[in-house]
Every structure is written in structure tokens, then in C-alpha cells.
T-cell receptor, first 112, second 115 residues
Framework: QKEVEQDPGPLSVPEGAIVSLNCTYSNSAFQYFMWYRQYSRKGPELLMY????GNKEDGRFTAQVDKSSKYISLFIRDSQPSDSATYLCATPAAGNFNKFYFGSGTKLNVKP | DAGVIQSPRHEVTEMGQEVTLRCKPISGHDYLFWYRQTMMRGLELLIYFNNNVPIDDSGMPEDRFSAKMPNASFSTLKIQPSEPRDSAVYFC?????????????FGPGTRLTVL
């Protein structure tokens, strides 16, 4: 079993829709969770960073962690064509903040 | 700052040839990471350095892979001999400090095709 599992999509939505992207993780010791955005032919860039359970909001983006079910989510409100990218969830290994486990990524297409 | 610089951006080679990928981290960053991304396996950490010293190479797939960091501004990832299954996008990333407090910044990647 991979440390982080993610539905690869693709996910296609109309502009303005609310998008929900999800991951599950295997180890209950994981505490930090990140979402990266990767545009086509580019390297990933950090979008959001959360610790433990709960929600974190940044503009149109909300990251949510449910430790009881080992489930992490990223919500995008009022999605824009510029949000079209692949979104990867990630978590550092327990005890090693430099060793990240990444999900396989969900490709999102927001249609104008 | 120019960000993390990788070269070449694309590499096409034949099976059995030696391949060298290069990375220049962001100036002042103490950590350097090499990743591989494929459709099948996603983004995987191969090795990372702290202050030019390899810390964890448990992700290096085989002895055919080697990485060096001779100084703070340069690192190489070498594959010898290369095989078709090594075809992937290889990313280099750097961070100022430990991942607990500092973000990893990724380069644009090197797209490797082994025929």
C-alpha cells in the first residue's frame, strides 16, 4: 500500500464550480499535509500546508484534514481556467520532514 | 533569484548510454533533493543532501544511479548504464532549511527518454 493515495482523475468542471480533491494516507503518525500544484511541463509548487486536523483557508482554497479517517481534501471555490493543473497531496515521513510522500496527482481542467 | 536551474531540459539517449543530469539550487539553500516523476509511480524522492552531504539515498532505485554534490551550487544525478524504464521527468528541488519550516522549491525538470 502506498503511503498516500490519490484519484488521478482527470476531473473536468465548468468555470465557477466548486472543486473537491481528495487523498487518503496510510500512517496515522503523519501530521503535516501539503497540497502542491503542478502546471503542465513545470515543477510542483507548494499551494497550502496544514498541520493535524481541521481546516485552513487561503483565498479560494481550503485544505481540510480528517485524521480519524486519514483523509485530506482540497476545495477550490469559484474555480478559474487558470486553476487547470495537476494537484498533488503530500506528507512528510514520520520523524523526517525532508522525506515527502506524494500522491500520484489529480489532473483538473476548468472549462471557460 | 532565478530559481532552481536544471539542465538539460530534454534528453534523449539510447539504452546503455550514460546520462548526467545537472542542478543548480537556489543560492543559500542548504538542502537539495532529486525526484523522479512517472505516470505509473508518481513523484518519488530519490536522494537528498544537506550541506552537500547525502543524507538519505534510500529512494535510489539501483546501483546504476548515483548522485553527487561537489559544492553548494551544483549537483549531478548520473545513470549508467541507462535503460528504457528510466524514462521519466527528473526534478531537482532545494530548500533553505528543514522541511518543518521551509518550503521545497522545484526546478522545471529534465525530461529523459531512453530508447
Amino acid at each position: 500500500q502506498k503511503e498516500v493515495e490519490q484519484d488521478p482523475g482527470p476531473l473536468s468542471v465548468p468555470e465557477g464550480a466548486i472543486v473537491s480533491l481528495n487523498c487518503t494516507y496510510s500512517n496515522s503518525a503523519f501530521q503535516y499535509f501539503m497540497w502542491y500544484r503542478q502546471y503542465s511541463r513545470k515543477g510542483p509548487e507548494l499551494l497550502m500546508y496544514t498541520y493535524s486536523s481541521g481546516n485552513k483557508e487561503d483565498g479560494r482554497f481550503t485544505a481540510q484534514v480528517d485524521k480519524s479517517s486519514k483523509y485530506i481534501s482540497l476545495f477550490i471555490r469559484d474555480s478559474q481556467p487558470s486553476d487547470s493543473a495537476t494537484y498533488l497531496c503530500a506528507t512528510p515521513a514520520a520523524g523526517n520532514f525532508n522525506k515527502f510522500y506524494f500522491g500520484s496527482g489529480t489532473k483538473l481542467n476548468v472549462k471557460p | 533569484d532565478a530559481g532552481v536551474i536544471q539542465s538539460p531540459r530534454h534528453e534523449v539517449t539510447e539504452m546503455g548510454q550514460e546520462v548526467t543530469l545537472r542542478c543548480k539550487p537556489i543560492s543559500g539553500h542548504d538542502y537539495l533533493f532529486w525526484y523522479r516523476q512517472t505516470m505509473m509511480r508518481g513523484l518519488e524522492l530519490l536522494i537528498y543532501f544537506n550541506n552537500n552531504v547525502p543524507i538519505d539515498d534510500s529512494g535510489m532505485p539501483e546501483d546504476r544511479f548515483s548522485a553527487k554534490m561537489p559544492n553548494a551550487s551544483f549537483s549531478t544525478l548520473k545513470i549508467q548504464p541507462s535503460e528504457p524504464r528510466d524514462s521519466a521527468v527528473y526534478f531537482c528541488a532545494s530548500s533553505l532549511g528543514d522541511g518543518r519550516t521551509d518550503t521545497q522549491y522545484f526546478g522545471p525538470g529534465t525530461r529523459l527518454t531512453v530508447l
